[in-house]
């Protein structure tokens, strides 16, 4: 229920809010100047301003007959409210503010001065550890020869509380209207400055106060930019005979141009090596590329601001620039975001600023991979015309095609395909990952994972190979020697093996080779626990039977006794894991629907090891043009078949 009190008070705040209200009456060429001088005049935004067409202003005919807009304007009651409530704010910071003033040690000042008949008195409070006003001091100073009567017991009060930086009437003195201080004000010829110059007064004459001042610069037309802090300075410390600014125009402010905020370098000589937390640097990684992906904010235009007017000092408009445009720098693969202003990517890749513009540049051009150009991380493809040196790393997002060799080096692409048009140098170090395939000349004693097909045009030599779908030879010499080669549907190539032995060759087809891999894996941690559990069973049974010699045990052994049966249950619990995950993978493998083959148009060497579904067939003996397949539960060897090339598309460029 609303309460009579309730409303009273309710109207009492709207009251108080109306009354806080301010307008002027502005004359200007235009609707827009006349909001912009009121602006300037009531200190707010446009945006919080209302106003009232007192007369409609004309634009005459060629200039002539002109007429301006006469046009009041006030504050909306809700900017007034926003206004105090930040003002209201700032009030509490400053009384923190001047808390830490306090801490600083600080003198208490007065100031004794005669304005008209009266004596006048000002005092300053002391700060932290400074020493107050003395009464006798501010006596001392305020009797003099034509004092008529002071109220000491006011000043006393005055000197412990202070006067609020105010002047306080504590006397009289006789005053003799003659030797009153003079003053002049002096307006600047273009209205920016005035000055004020005041003579200094004789004995019983008065001092210049601050009102006086004020009223005269009004008495000259100033109504705008007067500096109540310099009249009260100087009020306080008088300079006599010398002009002393008291009054200053508000300066037009030209709005700031528009300009760009780039979020990252645009200068590639800046580009700095990364240091490890140890403040360790790896030369390799030089830093060099930029990677953005799709829809990341790039830069972001910063519009151009309004200039804030300013007014002389008798309230003439003084007219501000506004900042200047700019052109957004669109280059290729880069777009303007919904808010109109931010560049965001339009396509993974290397963000670089070249010809004033920003580019994003899907595809990185290299001439080779060396010192030069450290390791290579990039969202995108990564085109090396020469070679991939020994010992630097190239990682991509779609292809990496190589022009020459590769050497001791790791690739690693995401989703794309490599190629290398020449070989794969390896030396048992080199490692090649794709989540495509890979295209290469030849591959010698490196590590090769990929999620597709594996085409080789002329050997793979001691390499570990996997392929989830097929390793396909299909050149001249198609040559498969030594090392051990893994893949779901088949193998095949003119040669496997080599004559007399030789490096052991072993190919597995019919399975996913990582689902095997992982089985191998299970099974060695499996043995490495049934180790352990049977040391600590062991250990177990000597502690309990030294326990019921002894009836107790030490408490380090007792301990030790504990911890042992907890790692009994935790090796138990970790055994039934892996047991359980061993069972999914056997029936996964169990329902993989491809047998596998492996297939060979030339010759497969005695000593070779085919593993087909996990069955072996050791070739004991030379066989020619054949195709090793699963059959009954048994490895069967039969005709040569040709390699299943349907779904195998060459990469655009690459003839193997």
Same mark, same amino acid.
């Given at each position: ?24 009456? *502005? ?36 200039g002539l007959a002109k007429k301006p807009w006469k046009v009041r304007i006030y504050q909306t009651a809700e900017a007034i409210a926003k206004k105090k409530k930040v003002m209201a704010d700032a009030d509490f910071d400053t009384e923190h503010f001047d808390e830490e003033i306090k801490s600083i040690d600080q003198d ?15 005092? &300053? ?38 006067? =609020?930086?105010?002047?306080?009437? *504590? ?11 003079? @003053?002049v004000i002096d307006v600047s010829k273009d209205e920016m400055l005035a000055t004020v110059t005041v003579t200094p007064p004789s004995l019983s004459g008065a001092e210049v106060s601050a009102e006086q001042i004020i009223r005269n610069l009004e008495i000259q037309g100033v109504v705008a930019g007067i500096e109540d =802090?310099? +009249? ?79 007014? &002389? @000092? &008798? ?84 292809? +990496? ?17 490599? +190629? ?7 030396? =048992? ?77 072993? @190919? ?73 995950? *061993? ?74």
């Amino acid at each position: 229920m609303v309460t009579l009190e309730q409303i009273r008070k309710d109207m009492e705040a709207q009251f108080a809010l109306d009354s806080a209200i301010q307008s002027v009456e *502005v004359n200007a060429d235009t609707l827009d100047e006349a909001l912009a001088d009121g602006a300037v005049q009531l200190d707010s935004k446009v945006s919080n301003l209302e106003y009232e067409i007192i007369e409609k202003g004309s634009d005459g005919f060629l200039g002539l007959a002109k007429k301006p807009w006469k046009v009041r304007i006030y504050q909306t009651a809700e900017a007034i409210a926003k206004k105090k409530k930040v003002m209201a704010d700032a009030d509490f910071d400053t009384e923190h503010f001047d808390e830490e003033i306090k801490s600083i040690d600080q003198d208490g000042m007065f100031y004794i001065r005669h304005f008209g008949d009266n004596i006048c008195l000002k005092v &300053t409070l002391p700060c932290g550890k400074g020493r107050p006003v003395e009464l006798r001091q501010i006596v001392s100073e305020a009797k003099r020869t034509d004092t008529l009567s002071l109220d000491e017991d006011l000043i006393k009060k005055l000197s412990k509380s202070g006067t =609020d930086n105010k002047y306080e009437v *504590v006397g009289q003195y006789k005053h003799v209207p003659a030797g009153d201080a003079l @003053l002049v004000i002096d307006v600047s010829k273009d209205e920016m400055l005035a000055t004020v110059t005041v003579t200094p007064p004789s004995l019983s004459g008065a001092e210049v106060s601050a009102e006086q001042i004020i009223r005269n610069l009004e008495i000259q037309g100033v109504v705008a930019g007067i500096e109540d =802090d310099k +009249i009260t300075e100087f009020v306080d410390n008088p300079v006599y005979n010398v002009p002393c600014e008291v009054a200053a125009a508000i300066k037009p402010q030209d709005g700031r141009d528009a300009y760009m905020v780039y979020h990252f370098e645009t200068d590639p000589t800046k580009l700095r090596i990364k240091e490890s937390k140890s403040g360790n640097v790896n030369f390799k990684e030089l830093n060099q590329i930029q990677n953005v992906v799709k829809g990341q904010p790039l830069a972001q235009k910063m519009p151009p601001e309004r200039g804030k007017a300013g007014k &002389t @000092l &008798t309230g003439r408009y003084l007219e501000a620039k506004n900042g200047k445009d700019i052109r957004i720098p669109l280059g290729k693969n880069v777009e303007i975001d919904k808010d109109g202003v931010t560049i965001i990517a339009s396509e993974n890749g290397r963000v670089v600023f070249e010809s004033e513009r920003i580019n994003v540049e899907p595809v990185l051009e290299l001439d080779a991979v060396n010192i030069k150009t450290g390791n290579i991380d990039f969202l995108g493809t990564v085109i090396v015309k020469g070679n991939v040196e020994d010992g630097y790393d190239v990682k991509a997002s779609g292809n +990496i095609e190589v022009g020459g060799t590769v050497g001791q080096s790791h690739l690693k692409t995401e989703n794309g395909d490599i +190629i290398v048009s020449q070989g794969i140098f390896g030396h =048992d170090v080199g490692v090649i990952q794709a989540g495509g395939s890979l295209w290469a000349k030849f591959i010698q004693s490196a590590k090769v994972e990929v999620e597709k097909f594996v085409i080789v045009s002329d050997s793979i030599m001691n390499s570990e190979v996997t392929a989830m779908k097929r390793v396909i030879l299909n050149g001249k010499k198609a040559q498969i020697t030594g090392g051990h080669l893994f893949a779901t549907e088949e193998i095949c190539a003119k040669n496997i093996g080599s004559p007399g032995g030789g490096a052991e060759t072993i @190919l597995e087809v019919g399975f996913d080779p990582r689902l095997k891999q992982r089985l191998a894996e299970i099974q060695d941690e499996q043995n490495s626990l049934m180790r352990e559990l049977e040391d600590t069973e062991n250990n177990i049974v000597t502690l309990e039977n030294f326990k019921k010699q002894r009836r107790t045990l030490p408490k380090e052994k007792e301990d030790t006794l504990n911890n042992l049966k907890n790692r009994k249950q935790e090796i138990v619990v970790k055994s039934e894991e892996y047991a359980s995950e *061993v069972e999914q993978i056997l029936q996964r493998l169990h329902e993989l629907k491809i047998f596998g083959k492996v297939k060979a148009f030339g010759t497969v060497y005695s000593g070779v090891k085919i593993y087909v579904r996990d069955v072996v067939d050791e070739v004991r003996a030379d066989v020619k043009s054949v195709t090793f397949f699963f059959e009954n539960g048994f490895v069967r060897r039969g005709k040569y078949e040709e390699p299943d090339m349907t779904d195998v598309k060459a990469p655009e460029g690459y003839s193997s």
